[in-house]
């Protein structure tokens, strides 16, 4: 089921970001020690980023305001 809170825009501009750094999702996991598929279920909609590793890669990602909490 796509999030409905995070818009297909928000998503289209965290994609654009990594675009104009040059950077793939796989890098921006690595450098961010993420789980690569959870950073492509962020970014087209899959997942929902509500707790775990999916909300911290959508708070990294700027595309979900929230605390990280180390």
Not at 38 to 59: D, K, N, P
């Amino acid at each position: 089921m796509p999030n409905s809170s995070i818009t297909e825009q928000a998503r289209q501009q965290a994609r654009e970001t990594l675009d104009k750094r040059g950077q793939s999702a796989k890098d921006f996991a690595e450098q961010h020690n993420l789980n690569p598929s959870t950073v492509y279920a962020v970014l087209s909609g899959q997942s929902r980023c509500r707790r775990g590793e999916a909300h911290r890669a959508a708070v990294l990602l700027g595309i979900k305001d929230g605390v990280i909490e180390q």
